[in-house]
């Protein structure tokens, strides 16, 4: 009797989701999701990694994982809007289901923040409200504060505002420069930033107005 082989159904693969990542500078962040990504700590994939600077060595850091990495120059644009509208049309074109702000050193208006309605995450080197902007650090220090640390936000239409994932705090120490506290700080974004990922993709975040609900999940 012949045997005839059944045809198995195979079950769908679930799509990972995509992530892309905007950096202006060194992508020691960027670096770090790509890290826990690999040992899948993370699941998800970067499908995109932008860059407003060409020196950007976040690019260079992608390009070694395969990731596609491109520089969108903004002075290339007759505005803000025209940029945005040519980053949006990436993005969809990509099907990118988050947005990782990881170093991105421009403001994005309110028309590109509101076509990702809580898919866009930011990490910020102090613990916000306090020392938001872009000398976060040097201002910590320089205020006389004990303590700062990292913050991952959600990205709303105001600057370092959005309702807050995670923090962390970091001791400021009496002998620390703003180049030994960025070290230990950043050592803190490396391990936060994957992590708030995480518990967002994993659907354990629920934000109602600025409160984030989120549920730590055990080490993968
Ligand atoms: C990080 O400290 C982040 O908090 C801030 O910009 C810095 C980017 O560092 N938004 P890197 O490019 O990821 O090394």
Redesign the pocket.
């Known amino acids: 009797m012949p045997v005839v082989a059944r045809a198995k159904k195979l079950e769908p693969i679930p799509k990972l989701p995509s992530l892309a990542v905007f ?10 999701i790509i890290n826990a990504i690999r040992a899948k700590k993370l699941l998800a994939r970067i499908v995109f990694v932008l860059s407003d600077q060409p020196q950007a ?2 690019l260079k850091r992608a390009r070694r994982f395969g990731i596609e990495a491109r520089t969108i120059n903004p002075k290339e644009f007759s505005d803000r809007a025209a940029f945005e509208e040519a980053l949006i049309e990436l993005l969809d074109a990509r099907r990118v289901d988050f947005v990782c ?4 050193m421009r403001i994005l208006s309110p028309v590109f923040v509101r076509h990702y309605p809580n898919r866009i995450l ?4 102090a613990l916000l409200p306090a020392f938001p902007g872009a000398h ?2 040097r201002d910590a220090l320089s205020w006389g504060a004990k303590i700062t640390g ?1 913050t991952v936000h959600f990205v709303d239409e105001h600057i370092d505002h959005g309702p807050i994932i995670l923090q962390e705090a970091v001791e400021i120490l009496p002998k620390d420069n703003e180049e030994r506290l ?1 070290a230990r ?2 050592r803190v ?1 490396h391990k936060l930033y994957p992590e708030a990922i995480r518990l967002v993709l994993g659907g354990r975040v629920k934000i109602k107005g600025r409160s984030v609900a989120a549920g730590r999940l055990s080490a993968a």
């Open positions: 950096c202006s500078g060194q992508g020691s962040n960027l670096q770090a060595k976040a702000l990881a170093g991105f930011n990490i910020h080197p976060a650090v990292v960025f700080i950043h974004e």
